[in-house]
């Protein structure tokens, strides 16, 4: 059924059996506009991520699934119902760097090389650190993205799945916790995207970060994730959440699997299901 | 980040007549062509000198007068310059005090606005009555007309951050200067630029003008002497010297331009 059972603050469950859910958003609601214009975005969105767990959130378009992700992120307050990272408001917790952001657009400072593009956010938020470790940490990163050898470069001499690569490195050099994506592949092109997501989950498995992205590709969900939630559309709520039973490391070859295809039907279902009836999209 | 992804490949169609590898050997053998048709044009039908000078007549006038033109183009110079760095200055300023501090934007933008919609030429007289007849009231009429422009570009680029960035670097806890100097300031200077080069030929105008209302010296001076005397090919010779200024003035701007941004998209002349 697409609406889980509501859990007032009370009900919910002892601090200690949600240790291992880093995130939790409870009966989740943004609204945007005055009283008489208000517009429902998102409605009654409960989920909860295990550390460590790789989530996809796909749905149409306008569905609100970047809102959610800005929620989870602070960039949003919800209103109503309650959000945490790790027991902390988003907000505090993107502030002590626990919450890594990729967005569609690489937004790299086009002056700045690959490199200092690496180090930007960590070195506004650590002004502590030497600029010496500061490099040491992003060269690291761009290491770990698989651009170790580019740090000198300028973004107009990246291609667009590099730039998204220093875009990636920039926000794991925070050390996040969580990993909140927002259509990152969104721009690339097809190929480009096929390596990049395989890239991705190297990376997730080497650092073993906690992972939300947002998507509208099925079988980007389905390669990546170890759960997906499938959001409907006005207002925003979840409709259908898939375990998705395979066996990690995967590689392209994974998508060839009659589990695969078959979790790939029953996502297009869901997601078929999840426009308004009797609406043509 | 909205850069164009074409970025540093093909360049905009105007490049096509602009590209550096097509030189300025067909604007000079234009400029050859009507420069001939007009001598041969005032000679074949003998129109006066002191309504239309023929090249050459503008040529001798300008040797016969050469030193008192270059001490005039020394004056108008300098005004072009002190004014020039007087606008970006304000014009800098303005646009920092506008996106820094919101309440103050919201009160100066309007009156910068309004302001822009007076004309500046009028003023002059009244600058010369405040400020006198040398450097001062020039400078005046050329930051009034020239930092608008740059007022204007900068905060276009001040304002272009992609909004997700600026979310980004808010909630890791940057605070609005640190946003305002690291990222906005950089992120404007594309823009900063261009309005400069409009602000560099806006201060020769303004130059000009301010000599038109009141001077003793300068070429703005010397153009208007010569016409009260009907020595029009002095006139003729005064503008080809405000030309040469104007335009070298603007390719200063634009070498400081390629220095200053060399990672901006290129629409410059090459």
């Known amino acids: 059924m697409h609406l889980r059972a509501i859990r007032s603050v009370d009900e919910m469950p002892a601090r200690s059996g949600a240790a291992t859910d ?31 767990a790789f989530v996809c959130l796909i749905g149409p378009s306008g569905c609100g699934k970047s809102t959610l ?23 505090e917790a993107a502030r002590r760097r ?11 400072l086009p002056w700045k090389n690959a490199l200092d593009n690496a180090a930007l956010l960590l070195g506004v938020a650590d002004k502590t650190m030497s600029r010496s470790a500061l490099r040491d940490r992003a060269q690291q990163m761009l290491t770990l993205v698989g651009l170790g050898e580019v740090g000198h470069r300028r973004p107009d001499e ?22 909140l994506m927002d259509e990152p592949f969104g721009a690339l092109d097809a190929i480009t995207r096929e390596v990049m997501s395989r890239s991705l989950l190297e990376i997730w498995q080497r650092t073993r970060k906690t992972i939300v992205l947002v998507t509208h590709s099925i079988d980007e969900a389905i390669y990546l994730s170890s759960q997906v939630h499938v959001l409907g559309i006005a207002p925003g709520r979840i409709v259908q959440t898939l375990d998705v039973a395979l066996p990690y490391p995967r590689d392209e070859a994974v998508m060839e699997r009659p589990e695969f295809i078959q979790l790939e ?7 078929r299901s999840s426009h308004r009836p009797g609406e043509t999209p | 980040m909205s850069l164009p992804s074409s970025m540093g490949l093909a ?16 604007a000079l053998a234009l400029s050859l062509v009507m420069l001939l048709v007009w001598e041969a044009v005032v000679r074949f039908f003998q129109v006066s000198a002191f309504i239309i000078p023929a090249p050459t007549a503008i040529a001798v006038a300008l040797m016969r007068e050469w030193a008192s033109l270059a001490d005039a183009a020394t004056v108008t110079a300098r005004e072009i310059l002190v004014g020039f760095l007087a606008s970006a200055a304000v014009g800098v300023a303005l646009a920092l005090l506008i996106v820094r501090f919101g309440w103050l934007g919201r009160a100066l933008y309007p009156l910068v606005v309004l302001f822009q919609n007076v004309p500046k030429v009028a003023l002059a007289p009244i600058f010369i009555l405040w400020f006198g007849y040398g450097l001062a009231p020039k400078i005046g009429l050329i930051v009034v007309i020239a930092f608008f422009p740059v007022t204007l570009s900068m905060l276009a680029g001040l304002e272009s951050v992609d909004p997700s960035l600026l979310a980004l670097m808010r909630s890791v806890g940057t605070g609005a200067t640190d946003i305002l100097f690291k990222i906005r300031v950089p992120h404007s200077l594309p823009n900063l630029m261009a309005g400069l080069k409009i602000a560099a030929t806006f201060s020769v105008i303004g130059a000009i003008v301010g000599e038109f209302a009141g001077a003793s010296a300068g ?27 104007g335009v070298g003035f603007y390719y200063v701007v634009e070498m400081l331009e390629r220095l200053a941004v060399p990672w901006a998209p290129k629409f410059n002349t090459g």
Not at chain 1, 31 to 39: E, H, Y
Not at chain 2, 226 to 238: E, K, N, R, W, Y
């Open chain 1, 69 to 91: 992700l800005k929620v989870l992120a602070g960039l949003i307050s919800p209103t109503s119902g309650r959000v945490s990272i790790a027991g902390l408001e988003p907000a």
């Open chain 2, 11 to 26: 360049g905009p169609p105007l490049s096509r007549w602009r590209s550096s590898t097509g030189s300025w050997l067909p």
């Open chain 1, 158 to 179: 990246l291609s667009g799945g590099m730039r998204q690569r220093v875009s990636i490195a920039r926000a794991l050099a925070l050390d996040p916790a969580v990993l």
């Open chain 1, 98 to 108: 626990m919450v890594g952001l990729v967005f569609q657009d690489a937004t790299l």
């Open chain 1, 22 to 52: 880093l995130i939790r958003a409870e009966a989740v609601g943004v609204a945007l506009g005055a009283a008489q214009s208000r517009q429902e975005i998102l409605q009654d969105i409960s989920l909860s991520v295990p550390e460590g």
């Open chain 1, 265 to 271: 039907r029953r996502l297009r279902a869901a997601l």
């Open chain 2, 219 to 245: 070429l703005g001076y010397v153009i208007q002497f010569a016409s009260t005397q009907l020595d029009t090919p002095l006139v003729f010779a005064g503008l080809v010297i405000v030309s040469i200024l």
